[in-house]
T-cell receptor
Framework: AQKVTQAQTEISVVEKEDVTLDCVYETRDTTYYLFWYKQPPSGELVFLIRRNSFDEQNEISGRYSWNFQKSTSSFNFTITASQVVDSAVYFCALSGRDFGNEKLTFGTGTRLTIIP | DTGVSQDPRHKITKRGQNVTFRCDPISEHNRLYWYRQTLGQGPEFLTYFQNEAQLEKSRLLSDRFSAERPKGSFSTLEIQRTEQGDSAMYLC????????????FGQGTRLTVV
């Protein structure tokens, strides 16, 4: 069985501060994929990043960066110099390679509020 | 707009009524997924189509739920004899078969059963 844990339910930071969202996962698959999605108030899930289990390189995209550590089963997400537009619910998700079905197992999400 | 489209965006229904939602995936995507999201939770997988074939159904999908994808294009999700516990956001996503890729989500249909 797969499981994703996002222990932080809500986080509030003042604009321009850095913030890290934690994600811990469990899976028995040797090949798997990790994702982060953003859900603004409009409701649509917006894809941010995909990582496969063989690639532990950290990734940076603008103000966003991701730290994948297989040894601790974590895939944390950092926003640098946060902005009000970053306010949303962020979900970490896991996908296995079960006969090519890429269904996602989501965490419960972290609601991020950036205070102007 | 070439994204995933869901209709309606909101639906209020009385308990016991049947409701049907529609999802139009991105045109070249042959995989289509339905998820349900309740307040304060992450989306939960309901069912999955590859073309017109329904390949997997979650245990969350009771007998009152049925999904179809005729001709492998749009999909419908029907809930019969709705219950208050069915109130949730129903999300549709699509992806392209082949090298694993991200699923693209629609804006969802919010169902309220009163």
């Amino acid at each position: 069985a797969q499981k994703v844990t996002q222990a932080q339910t809500e986080i509030s930071v003042v604009e321009k501060e850095d913030v890290t969202l934690d994600c811990v996962y469990e899976t028995r698959d040797t090949t798997y994929y990790l994702f982060w999605y953003k859900q603004p108030p409009s409701g649509e899930l917006v894809f941010l990043i995909r990582r496969n289990s063989f690639d532990e390189q950290n990734e940076i995209s603008g103000r966003y960066s991701w730290n994948f550590q297989k040894s601790t089963s974590s895939f944390n997400f950092t926003i640098t110099a946060s902005q009000v537009v970053d306010s949303a619910v962020y979900f970490c998700a896991l996908s296995g390679r079960d006969f090519g079905n890429e269904k996602l197992t989501f965490g419960t999400g972290t609601r991020l509020t950036i205070i102007p | 707009d070439t994204g995933v489209s869901q209709d309606p965006r909101h639906k209020i229904t009385k308990r016991g009524q049947n409701v049907t939602f529609r999802c139009d995936p991105i045109s070249e995507h042959n995989r289509l997924y339905w998820y349900r999201q309740t307040l304060g939770q992450g989306p939960e997988f309901l069912t999955y189509f590859q073309n017109e074939a329904q390949l997997e159904k979650s245990r969350l999908l009771s007998d009152r739920f049925s999904a179809e994808r005729p001709k492998g294009s749009f999909s419908t999700l029907e809930i019969q004899r709705t219950e208050q516990g069915d109130s949730a956001m129903y999300l549709c996503a699509s992806s392209k078969q082949g090298v694993i890729t991200e699923a693209f989500f629609g804006q969802g249909t919010r169902l309220t059963v009163v």
